[in-house]
């Protein structure tokens, strides 16, 4: 039976960003107030908001952000 691949499926960009590139933090820390982080080689990519309603609404969020810095600098994965 294959492997399902739900969260790929559903976070896209988290995904291949992990994969290939850098790396993602999410829950409280006591220095960042974002919830959730992304970072590469290079330092910050993202910083979310310090709380989201769902889980959900987290990782939607850090796809997104994640997403328009990779458009920004025009970085494809």
Known sequence: ???????????????????????????????????VRAYDQGGTVYEGKPSYPSMDEALQDLEQGIQAYLDENGIEL
């Open 1 to 35: 039976m294959p492997k399902a691949k739900i969260f790929e499926e559903q976070y896209p960009t988290i995904s291949r960003f992990t994969e290939v590139q850098g790396c993602i933090e999410i829950g409280d820390h006591e220095v960042i107030s974002a919830f």
